[in-house]
């Protein structure tokens, strides 16, 4: 017999939890510098529901950087505020919410 989800009541294979979860965040991507003059992306908003680790993961193999997932928040070495936008919409986050700062 299969899992029920806790939250909206449907078998695993059927919950929606992760994609209302999705459409319903404000994601804000900057940079920041740190010691030594080195930049790191930094991501937030992304909610609890979404698996922030598979993401960072995700993430961190498409960009060839290293990087982690913390603190509701995923850090990736390097600057690639310019490129992380097409890859979130691909992920399935709606354009609109993500914001670039």
Do not use: S, W
């Not at 982690?68 to 390097?78: H, P, S, W």
């Not at 310019?82 to 609109?96: A, D, M, Y």
Request: proline share 4%; charged share 35%; aromatic share 4%.
């Amino acid at each position: 017999m299969a899992e029920i989800c806790p939250i909206c009541g449907l078998p695993q294979d059927l919950c929606v939890c992760e994609t209302i979860a999705r459409e319903q965040q404000k994601i804000e991507v900057k940079i920041e510098k740190r010691k030594f003059g080195k930049k790191y992306t930094v991501i937030r908003g992304i909610g609890k529901e979404a698996n922030l680790n598979d993401i960072a993961k995700k993430l961190k193999t498409k960009f060839a950087c290293g990087g982690t997932a913390k603190l509701g928040r995923i850090e990736l070495q390097g600057d690639h505020k310019n490129r992380i936008k097409p890859f979130l919409v691909e992920l399935g986050f709606p354009e609109e919410t993500i914001e670039i700062k």
